[in-house]
């Protein structure tokens, strides 16, 4: 069952519209990201680059968005690892190191890197404006696992 603990990875594309999609170029405009994909609370992730979107099978790219003065839930990708690259405002990123909560501040240019299965969360301090990052992943699907709190591997 696909739920926000369970996301639903299988492709919704036929196997042979996929071929058909690997055999080209693809353009995708910021304005047509798709909004079905794997969430987590206290931010929004769209997809650009993935199978369903363009028959990638080994990579996902897309942006998410942070509310101002918002903090996702706590959660990891799986067996994905992800880059981040800071777009606009200044995110945090937190993850624990195994003696206390550790939180990176960033602004935008700066990219984080988050290994698989590595419990985190993004927050966003600011009180007025949004937060936003693209994402890259090594599956072609947004592996999204929330948990319950954050905890050290």
Same mark, same amino acid.
């Given at each position: 069952m696909a739920d926000a603990f369970h996301p639903d990875l299988t492709s919704k594309v036929d196997p042979a519209e996929k071929q058909s999609l690997r055999s080209r170029l693809h353009h995708i405009r910021g304005s047509e990201l798709d909004r079905n994909t794997a969430q987590t609370e206290g931010m929004q992730r769209l997809a650009a680059i993935s199978g369903d979107t363009v028959g990638s099978e080994r990579i996902w790219t897309g942006e998410t968005h942070v509310a101002p003065a918002t903090a996702s839930d706590n959660h990891h !990708?799986? %067996?994905s690892e992800t880059a981040i690259y800071v777009v606009s405002g200044h995110p945090r990123f937190v993850f624990h190191d195994g003696t206390e909560e550790v939180r990176i501040e960033t602004e935008p240019g700066d990219y984080i890197f988050v290994p #698989?299965? +590595? #419990? !985190? @969360? %993004? %927050?966003?301090p600011d009180p007025e404006h949004k937060? +936003? +990052? +693209?994402?890259? @992943?090594s599956t072609q699907e947004a592996i999204v696992v929330n948990l319950p709190e954050l905890y050290a591997l």
């Open positions: !990708h799986g %067996e #698989p299965y +590595v #419990p !985190h @969360r %993004e %927050e966003n937060a +936003v +990052v +693209v994402i890259s @992943r």
